[in-house]
Each structure stands twice: as structure tokens, then as C-alpha cells.
T-cell receptor, first 111, second 110 residues
């Protein structure tokens, strides 16, 4: 079974704090993704990576950055958290064909 | 970009059949996916269509018409545990990411 592990299920941060969300996968997938999910808006792609050290912007990259130093790990960074970044963050992995596999999600609240 | 539309909410009765529709507009088509997501949980993969026609998997079937930009997910013999959000997604023309619709919240009632 594919395992996609996100470091924290729930986080509470203050406005202006730096936030790291980590995602680790154990299936040697080339591609990794960060989405955010908000009521009424669905899943929106923030960033993705198709190889180590490679990254591509998704639909809503503003206010976020990512890092992929190792194939199995993809980090999402909020340099200065804002209240409008309160959301559920979902990491996903996959190959170039086939479906994506999702982690359990990280629910971030920014006060 | 890609425009993906699906109904916001549906209600159906236990034991019945329900069809959830999805329409999409895309500059290039690389496959359509359906996911199920229970409240507070991760989306889980249900089905994949890349060619026209019906794909059947147990109680769930998915249909695709590429010329019409249309798909549906058919759930038979509904059970209470089928109450969930159903997400339609189209693979991005670049071939990497999936672009999701806003999801259809299905409520199964006794």
C-alpha cells in the first residue's frame, strides 16, 4: 500500500509566523503535489514537483514556496502566515500515469 | 485552464441508484478521475477513464464521453457509508497534476 505521511494533522499558528508542512511518501513516485481544500472552492493546486529539486507553480502559488531535496519528501513553506491561509492542506503523490494518492491532510489555523 | 462542473449536493435513498454528473472543458485531455472523500479524511481513488465508454467496478461505474466533455459516476445499491463528497478531476494537459471540480456532497438517507 502507498503511504503518504503528512507531518502534522492540526496546527495553530500566528499571523507572520513561518510554517513548514512536510510530506513523505514511500512508493518512489516521481511526482508530488500540494493542494489546499476550502469549503465551496474544492481542491486547488499550490505547487508540484516532478523530480528532485524541480518545482512548478500551480494555480495559487502566491504566499507559498516548496522544497524537494529528496525524492520522498516534499515540503510546503509559508514564509509569513496570514489568516487567509487557514485551510486544509493535502499532499499527494503519483507517477506520470495513473491516479494520485493523498495524505491525511494538515489542518492549519492562522490566528 | 480547465473548467470542471458538478452539482454541489445530491440526496438519495439507501438501496437506490444515483448518478453524479461532471462536465469539463479542457485544451487537451489526458484522463478523468473520480475520488471519494469522507468528511475529515483524504480523497480516495474510485475510477479512471481515458477512453469513451463505461468502466465498472463493483457497485460503482464511471462513464466518459470525450466529444461531449462529459462524465458520470453511477453508484448502485446505495449504502449509508456512501454518504461522502465525490470529486471529479481531469488531468492537466501538462500530464502531471489533476484539476478538481468543487465536489458533489452526497447524502444517503434511510
Amino acid at each position: 500500500d502507498v503511504k503518504v505521511t503528512q507531518s502534522s494533522r492540526y496546527l495553530v499558528k500566528r499571523t507572520g509566523e513561518k510554517v513548514f508542512l512536510e510530506c513523505v511518501q514511500d512508493m518512489d513516485h516521481e511526482n508530488m503535489f500540494w493542494y489546499r481544500q476550502d469549503p465551496g472552492l474544492g481542491l486547488r493546486l499550490i505547487y508540484f514537483s516532478y523530480d528532485v529539486k524541480m518545482k512548478e507553480k500551480g494555480d495559487i502559488p502566491e504566499g507559498y514556496s516548496v522544497s524537494r531535496e529528496k525524492k520522498e519528501r516534499f515540503s510546503l513553506i509559508l514564509e509569513s502566515a496570514s489568516t487567509n491561509q487557514t485551510s486544509m492542506y493535502l499532499c499527494a503523490t503519483g507517477r506520470n500515469t495513473g491516479e494520485l494518492f493523498f495524505g491525511e491532510g494538515s489542518r492549519l489555523t492562522v490566528l | 485552464g480547465q473548467n470542471i462542473d458538478q452539482p454541489t449536493e445530491m440526496t438519495a435513498t439507501e438501496g437506490a441508484i444515483v448518478q453524479i454528473n461532471c462536465t469539463y472543458q479542457t485544451s487537451g485531455f489526458n484522463g478523468l478521475f473520480w475520488y471519494q472523500q469522507h468528511a475529515g479524511e483524504a480523497p480516495t481513488f474510485l475510477s479512471y477513464n481515458v477512453l469513451d465508454g463505461l468502466e465498472e467496478k463493483g457497485r460503482f461505474s464511471s462513464f466518459l464521453s470525450r466529444s461531449k466533455g462529459y462524465s458520470y459516476l453511477l453508484l448502485k445499491e446505495l449504502q449509508m457509508k456512501d454518504s461522502a463528497s465525490y470529486l471529479c478531476a481531469v488531468r492537466d494537459p501538462t500530464g502531471y497534476a489533476l484539476n478538481f471540480g468543487k465536489g458533489t456532497s452526497l447524502l444517503v438517507t434511510p
